[in-house]
């Protein structure tokens, strides 16, 4: 049974910083291309960050995010990072994170993790 459980959203004041983590379990986690993605309500879920599976671990971001979110992956904890820094109001979602095996096309999601940047 494939289970994806993210954690590590909470209220944050802008400028600050947050670390979402997600971990897999009953996929060979190595394999998967892993991504973070945001949705607030009435619109459109997003991608934010993801992390390609394999030995290249390449990495890209949305516009709106680079420079300031960072993804990594650690393959012998089955779990993916976004480190979020210089946090802003409008970064405010629920963070989904998603697995999806390399070559493949089904997607395995979790079930989202609040982050609200609000003084």
């Known amino acids: 049974q494939v289970q994806i459980v993210e954690s590590g959203g909470g209220l944050v004041q802008p400028g600050g910083s947050l670390r979402l983590s997600c971990a897999a379990s009953g996929i060979l986690f190595s394999m998967y291309s892993m991504g973070w993605y945001r949705q607030v309500p009435g619109k459109q879920r997003e991608l934010v960050a993801a992390i390609s599976g394999g030995r290249t671990n390449y990495a890209d971001y949305a516009d709106s995010v680079k420079g300031r979110f960072t993804i990594s992956r650690d393959n012998a904890k089955n779990t993916v990072y976004l480190q979020m820094n210089s946090l802003k109001p409008e970064d405010t979602a629920v963070y989904y994170c998603?697995?999806?095996?390399?070559?493949?096309?089904?997607?395995?999601w979790g079930q989202g993790t609040q982050v609200t940047v609000s003084s």
């Open positions: 998603k697995a999806r095996r390399t070559g493949g096309n089904y997607d395995y």
